[in-house]
């Protein structure tokens, strides 16, 4: 049971890995869209009659809080995927090492959780 829980961390490990900036790209892409719908309401130039004061200073908090959490991505993208390549370059110095004998067998390696950078 063991083997089968480390090769579906591996799996789902690798799986977030292959996709991370694709999954990250539709955050911003999502974001942007969201953003675009706040600001049609806080500008209301249909004039609605159902879009009340609370309702534009409710999308104007909703697009500043956006404008936080894009922010914080661009802010940390760069470092996850830099981390995401010295993780591979790693993993790959390991690969190489314990082909060559220099490592014994028994070495593990700990997987990078992006939960620790926070």
Same mark, same amino acid.
Request: net charge neutral; hydrophobic share 35%.
């Given at each position: 049971? *063991?083997?089968?829980? +480390?090769?579906? /961390? $591996?799996? &789902?490990?690798? &799986? %977030? @890995?292959?996709?991370?900036s694709t999954m990250y790209f539709n955050c911003v892409i999502g974001m942007? +869209?969201?953003? @675009?719908?706040?600001? $049609?309401?806080?500008? /209301?130039? +249909? /004039? !609605? ?6 309702? *534009? ?6 697009? %500043?809080?956006? /404008?936080?959490? *894009? ?6 993208g760069p470092a996850f995927m830099q981390l995401r390549e010295l993780h =591979? =370059?790693?993993? +790959?110095?390991? *690969?190489?090492a314990l082909g060559d004998g220099y490592i014994s067998d028994k070495f ?7 939960? !620790? &950078? =926070?």
């Amino acid at each position: 049971m *063991k083997n089968i829980n +480390e090769m579906t /961390n $591996k799996g &789902l490990y690798d &799986l %977030a @890995k292959a996709t991370l900036s694709t999954m990250y790209f539709n955050c911003v892409i999502g974001m942007n +869209e969201i953003q @675009k719908e706040c600001w $049609k309401m806080y500008r /209301n130039l +249909e /004039n !609605d009659p159902r879009i009340l004061t609370w309702h *534009k200073i409710a999308a104007l908090r909703l697009a %500043a809080d956006i /404008n936080d959490k *894009k922010f914080s991505m661009f802010q940390n993208g760069p470092a996850f995927m830099q981390l995401r390549e010295l993780h =591979e =370059e790693l993993d +790959e110095l390991r *690969k190489q090492a314990l082909g060559d004998g220099y490592i014994s067998d028994k070495f593990e390696s700990r997987s990078l959780n992006y939960r !620790d &950078l =926070e």
